[in-house]
């Protein structure tokens, strides 16, 4: 073998060598700068306190800061389209909720896909709504609250935070797996929603467990029942609706981490990894307890699956509620 043969396979053999250790060196590099993680939805919210407790764990096991931004505008369109349009390399995420899979229904132009144009890396978990009546109303569950709603078709009523909120949604569900006539009150902000119900101007609404504690405890609001199929931890003796006689109902405020489409399959893996083991750990848990997020996590292929479910599910329930805004 001559002299230049012999550099040309030296050559040919380093390239090789070099193409298959590329891959996981990139991802142990990763990461080395800071890490963005948007959150479509104001600050306070189950989202936002979700996502800043992840910012402190992933962000000292993986040795960088993790920067939270709230960016709630257009129902969190404007925060999303920032995370398609952001570079595929990890170093911006965000942490979306339901609003991601109902915004294609409700408004007439979005610019993105909300499943093509992300690439979901885990589910973080859930947090069942309860449902709530004013205490005048003369109904102590929801068999009687269903009856007294049939024998006042179309004069009941429940409050949402606007149309297409998941609020809204919830109602929906209810007035569809019940079979009953009560009038949708959208309202612009959550807190005249819930001032109204306290009043009597309404009958019922749906709100987050924890956020209802307070007004339940002091018998200002009358708790129905919750609204995932199983109970909730934070109120292991209220029974879920399914289990007083609607079966099929199973509606919760969902939380996921998700990335641009694209990303590189180590980063994902990496992220995947890192809040799991962020969920895993003891002081996690009793805060997420606390505001009452069930856990779960996935594979991202299927986080993929889910965000797909929840698609199809709020779409049929925005087009029976004719949920729709400009």
Not at 153 to 182: F, I, K, P
Request: with cysteine; hydrophobic share 45%.
């Amino acid at each position: 073998m001559t002299s230049t043969s012999r550099r040309a396979l030296l050559a040919t053999a380093c390239a090789a060598s070099l193409c298959a250790i590329a891959t996981p060196v990139a991802a142990q590099a990763y990461p080395n700068m800071p890490i963005r993680i948007i959150v479509p939805a104001g600050t306070g919210t189950v989202s936002d306190m979700v996502a800043r407790l992840l910012a402190i764990h992933m962000g000292k096991s993986m040795g960088q800061n993790m920067v939270v931004e709230n960016i709630p505008a257009a129902g969190g369109i404007t925060g999303t389209q920032q995370l398609v349009r952001a570079p595929k390399d990890g170093y911006t995420i965000a942490v979306l909720n339901n609003n991601h899979v109902i915004n294609p229904s409700v408004y007439k132009d979005i610019p993105f896909d909300s499943i093509k144009d992300i690439q979901p890396i885990s589910t973080i978990g859930s947090t069942p709504l309860v449902l709530v009546t004013n205490p005048a109303v003369p109904a102590k569950d929801l068999k009687e609250l269903l009856a007294l709603a049939r024998s006042k078709s179309g004069v009941m009523t429940y409050g949402s935070a606007g149309n297409g909120t998941v609020l809204h949604l919830a109602g929906v569900l209810l007035t569809s797996e019940g079979q009953v006539d009560v009038k949708h009150i959208p309202y612009k902000a959550s807190g005249q929603m819930v001032t109204d119900v306290l009043s009597g101007q309404i009958d019922m609404v749906f709100l987050g467990v924890a956020s209802a504690a307070a007004q339940i405890d002091a018998g200002k609001l009358r708790a129905i029942g919750v609204t995932t199929t199983k109970r909730s931890p934070m109120r292991p003796n209220l029974p879920t609706l399914a289990e007083q006689g609607l079966p099929n109902y199973n509606f919760d405020g969902w939380m996921a981490l998700a990335g641009p489409a694209g990303m590189p399959r180590p980063i994902v893996d990496k992220l995947n990894a890192e809040v799991k083991a962020a969920l895993a750990t003891r002081e996690v848990q009793e805060s997420m307890a606390k505001i009452a997020v069930m856990l779960t996590t996935t594979t991202p292929e299927e986080a993929t699956q889910f965000f797909q479910r929840e698609l199809d599910k709020h779409t049929q329930l925005a087009k029976r509620g004719g949920a729709k805004l400009d």
